[in-house]
């Protein structure tokens, strides 16, 4: 699905965004790893990215750092409220950088 497409490349970025700054020993990396690899498990670790669910008619919306992070710690209602703010936007299929 769309949503686990989606997770699968948050937790990739948050977990190589943790590395780049040297954090591989805090709770935080941990849990991103622990995410990783269920999600991993889940959609396959071998994905190579290629979807039929993707529309690249339109540029993908970045999803801000706050977003991620309440995302991480399960701030379900803030991820919420940020998708449902801008129903002109896709941001249920919003990306990390």
Excluded: F
Excluded at 26 to 32: G, I, K, L, P, Q
Excluded at 50 to 77: C, F, S, W, Y
């Amino acid at each position: 699905s769309k949503e686990m497409v989606s997770t699968l490349l948050t937790c990739r970025a948050a977990k190589q965004r943790r590395e780049d700054d040297g954090d591989t020993s805090s709770e935080y990396y941990h849990d991103v790893c622990l995410a990783l690899a269920q999600v991993e498990k889940e959609v396959g670790e071998d994905w190579d990215g290629e979807t039929v669910l993707e529309d690249n008619r339109q540029p993908a919306i970045v999803m801000p750092d706050h977003i991620l992070k309440a995302a991480l710690r399960g701030d379900i209602k803030l991820v919420l409220r940020w998708i449902n703010a801008d129903r002109t936007e896709d941001r249920l299929n919003a990306i990390t950088r």
